[in-house]
């Protein structure tokens, strides 16, 4: 009922920049939360950023004043604005909501895009 979009993955130089984007469609009441993860080849999904319904961010360590995360609440759409980018940041970037399908989902659900590559290489 619900489908997420990713688009904005490909290569690009260190210290180069990308703009991440997910759109969300189908049977969507309200959205609770949006986020972005990562997984690097061999490595563990991690958390990147996160941004709520209020519009409060939350950061990982390692990017927290390279990143962005925003949303644009009339196209169902959060973004992932990437500056001085690093070979490190190289991983599948994976978008996340918690929607709520009608007005008795309170908590909501959460959906999964499907995944965008982000290559960081010279």
């Known amino acids: 009922q619900v489908q997420l979009v990713e688009s904005g993955g490909g290569l690009v130089q260190p210290g180069g920049s990308l703009r991440l984007s997910c759109a969300a469609s189908?049977?969507?009441?309200?959205?609770?939360?949006m986020g972005w993860y990562r997984q690097a080849p061999g490595k563990e999904r991690e958390l990147v950023a996160t941004i709520t319904r209020g519009g409060n961010t939350n950061y990982t360590d390692s990017v927290k004043g390279r990143f962005t995360i925003s949303r644009d609440d009339a196209k169902n759409t959060v973004y992932l604005q990437m500056n001085s980018l690093k070979p490190e940041d190289t991983a599948v970037y994976y978008c996340?909501?918690?929607?709520?399908?009608?007005?008795?989902?309170?908590?909501?659900?959460?959906?999964w895009g499907k995944g965008t590559l982000v290559t960081v290489s010279s």
């Open positions: 189908g049977k969507i009441f309200g959205i609770n939360a």
């Open positions: 996340t909501f918690k929607i709520r399908s009608d007005y008795l989902d309170y908590y909501g659900t959460d959906y």
